[in-house]
């Protein structure tokens, strides 16, 4: 059985987890091994990176950011990502290059090329399978957010502007690339979404 890499992206708030959870479920279902992982800290070195990135008390430049990024990226492909696709694997992923171009790329406005070829070459090149792309009002998002109580991370404390850039970069790229994305409206039921997800997927496996 070949492997497959997929990875979830969206804003804060959007409804990753719960969707990554969903679809874990209903992978298994199928028979498959499914690892499910995250970026930033899917990797043991990858947790320390993770804290710093998103938690450092200090200023961090924005090009430092995205590298943090990418070397908590290169490790954790290297590391866990590939050993897992040449198993045979489904690697279901939080985050991925995506974000780096969406956040930093257009968050933080760096050059969103420069920012891509940072993560292909930390990666050497692996693109997912299929990127599903949780697409949800930013405002709606941050409601989510707040009624979650929780800590609120170095990029989810940014304004709203740098949010709605973020959002608006996610849509460019699926619109860039339409074979790879699927992009979904965030807002209905769970379950609903996550049909929608399954009859992506499904024709794959
Ligand atoms: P995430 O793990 O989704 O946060 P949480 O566990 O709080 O839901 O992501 C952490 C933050 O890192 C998120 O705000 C997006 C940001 N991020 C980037 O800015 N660039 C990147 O390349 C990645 C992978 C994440």
């Known amino acids: 059985m070949s492997g497959l890499f997929i990875t979830l992206e969206g804003g804060d708030g959007v409804g990753k987890s719960t969707q990554a959870r969903l679809l874990t479920e209903w992978l298994e279902s199928q028979g498959r091994t499914v690892v499910r992982t995250r970026e930033p800290g899917g ?100 409601g989510r957010l707040d009624g979650a109580n929780k800590r609120f991370d170095r990029l989810e404390a940014e304004a709203q502007d740098f949010h709605l850039r973020v959002r608006q970069a996610f849509l460019g790229l699926a619109e860039a690339e339409p074979d790879r994305f699927l992009v979904v409206d965030a807002g209905q039921t769970p379950e609903a979404l996550a049909a929608e997800i399954r009859d992506r997927i499904a024709p794959l496996l």
């Open 43 to 142: 990797s043991e070195l990858g947790v320390e990176i993770r804290e710093i990135v998103l938690h450092h008390r200090g200023d961090i430049s924005p090009r430092a950011e995205a590298l943090l990024y990418a070397a908590d990226r290169a490790h954790h492909i290297a590391t866990v990502v590939r050993p897992a696709l040449a198993r045979g694997e489904i690697v279901l992923q939080d985050r991925y290059l995506d974000s780096s171009v969406a956040y930093q790329g257009s968050g933080r406005i760096l050059d969103a090329d420069e920012i891509r070829g940072i993560s292909l070459w930390a990666a050497e090149g692996l693109l997912p399978d299929v990127t599903v792309l949780l697409d949800l009002d930013v405002e709606a998002a941050r």
